[in-house]
């Protein structure tokens, strides 16, 4: 069974931080790339930042670039978002997902419409 899990959302105040977690299970972790999500409440999904596990290399929106970090632990087979300077635009269910084929896309691979695997999400709500 492959299972997506994250953690680490929750109400936090404009300017403070949060951390959140995606326990990746039931695929090779390193053969993957993992990617965070986010829906905003009446908009449409977008790409945040996405991790290449095999060699590592990272990529994230320019909206949230100087703020947010992607990170792994692959002893844990976990990925990490770490969000800095949080402003009430970033509310939002947080998803990750995993894709075998994403890292083809390059810095495009928020535009491609279909990973493989995803978790349920956990709410972030920034408070002005």
């Known amino acids: 069974e492959v299972q997506l899990v994250e953690s680490g959302g929750g109400l936090v105040q404009a300017g403070g931080s949060l951390r959140l977690s995606c326990a990746v299970s039931?695929?090779?972790?390193?053969?993957?790339?993992i990617a965070w999500f986010r829906q905003a409440p009446g908009k449409e999904r977008e790409g945040v930042s996405l991790?290449?596990?095999?060699?590592?290399?990272?990529y994230t929106v320019d909206s949230v670039k100087d703020r947010f970090t992607i990170s792994s632990d692959n002893a844990k087979n976990t990925v990490y978002l770490q969000m800095n300077s949080l402003n009430p635009e970033d509310t939002a269910v947080y998803y990750c997902?995993?894709?075998?084929?994403?890292?083809?896309?390059?810095?495009?691979?928020?535009?491609?419409?279909?990973?493989?695997?995803w978790g349920h999400g956990t709410l972030v709500t920034v408070s002005a």
């Open positions: 997902a995993a894709d075998s084929l994403a890292h083809l896309y390059g810095e495009s691979w928020a535009r491609y419409p279909q990973f493989e695997y």
């Open positions: 039931g695929i090779k972790f390193d053969q993957y790339s």
């Open positions: 991790i290449t596990i095999s060699d590592g290399s990272k």
